[in-house]
């Protein structure tokens, strides 16, 4: 019953325009933040280097095993829980992180991420751009972050 009302809490992670993830305070969301621009870098490089079999290894490692085991599971307690500030942050933090998500693997599965990228838009708004027009996930440096971008 917990886990339903955890999802239904995550339903209404709507992308928020202004969201900043540099911003974000809580711990949980920095590390996934720093997760995110990890995945997004190491599957940047593969790319540019002709290697989409690790491209695809690395977003799919990203995905199921640090998104959905760790960080969704991770997140019920603040969304269950009674901090609003907390649980706002959470939201938005969902959303930028599946919308990064629906962009990286969009090279290896277009058809199917370009439904879900209109569908996951705010209620009542329309996505700027196509899916395959979206700006590539930028490298944000994350207030606290361990992990420094190669140049």
């Given at each position: 019953?917990?886990?339903?009302?955890?999802?239904?809490?995550?339903?209404?992670?709507?992308?928020?325009?202004?969201?900043?993830?540099?911003s974000?305070?809580?711990t949980?969301?920095?590390?996934?933040?720093?997760?995110?621009?990890?995945?997004s870098?190491?599957?940047?490089?593969?790319?540019?280097?002709?290697?989409?079999?690790?491209?695809?290894?690395?977003?799919?490692?990203?995905?199921?095993n640090?998104?959905?085991?760790?960080?969704?599971?991770?997140?019920?307690?603040?969304?269950?829980?009674?901090?609003?500030g907390?649980?706002?942050?959470?939201?938005?933090?969902?959303?930028?992180?599946?919308?990064?998500?629906l962009?990286?693997?969009?090279?290896?599965?277009?058809?199917?991420?370009?439904?879900?990228?209109?569908?996951?838009?705010?209620?009542?708004?329309?996505?700027?751009?196509?899916?395959?027009?979206?700006?590539w996930?930028?490298?944000?440096?994350?207030?606290?972050s361990?992990?420094?971008?190669?140049?």
């Amino acid at each position: 019953m917990e886990t339903r009302r955890a999802f239904a809490e995550m339903n209404g992670c709507a992308t928020v325009a202004d969201f900043d993830p540099k911003s974000v305070k809580q711990t949980l969301n920095r590390w996934i933040a720093n997760e995110t621009q990890k995945a997004s870098i190491e599957i940047t490089e593969a790319i540019e280097s002709y290697r989409f079999n690790e491209a695809a290894g690395a977003a799919y490692r990203f995905v199921w095993n640090i998104f959905c085991d760790w960080y969704l599971e991770l997140s019920k307690p603040v969304l269950l829980g009674d901090d609003n500030g907390a649980k706002d942050e959470t939201r938005a933090m969902v959303a930028f992180v599946r919308d990064e998500i629906l962009k990286l693997p969009c090279t290896f599965h277009a058809l199917h991420h370009r439904g879900m990228w209109h569908v996951t838009a705010a209620p009542g708004t329309n996505r700027a751009s196509l899916l395959a027009l979206a700006r590539w996930p930028h490298h944000h440096a994350i207030a606290g972050s361990c992990f420094r971008r190669r140049d």
